[in-house]
């Protein structure tokens, strides 16, 4: 028995140090911005999606300029 735990502590250890779950409702910027300067991720997501059966078929990203009213939270954030 001991074995088999020994077995599962790579794993656990995944789940709780790398594992990153992201909520269809989070702003998660790096993933936004890794997405649109690597093709290759934007390649695997749409990939992921489309086999996950999502409805998903391509992700794909644009550059807009930033509009500091609608992009800025400015409730969220202290200020000194």
Not at 32 to 56: M, P, Q, V
């Amino acid at each position: 028995m001991r074995d088999k735990i020994e077995q599962l502590k790579p794993v656990t250890k995944w789940f709780r140090s790398i594992l990153t779950i992201i909520e269809a409702e989070s702003k998660y910027r790096n993933l936004e911005y890794r997405t649109h300067y690597t093709e290759a991720l934007k390649d695997f997501l749409s990939t992921f999606l489309r086999a996950c059966g999502t409805g998903i078929h391509e992700v794909a990203t644009t550059e807009e300029p930033l509009n500091s009213e609608r992009d800025l939270d400015w409730n969220s954030k202290r200020r000194s």
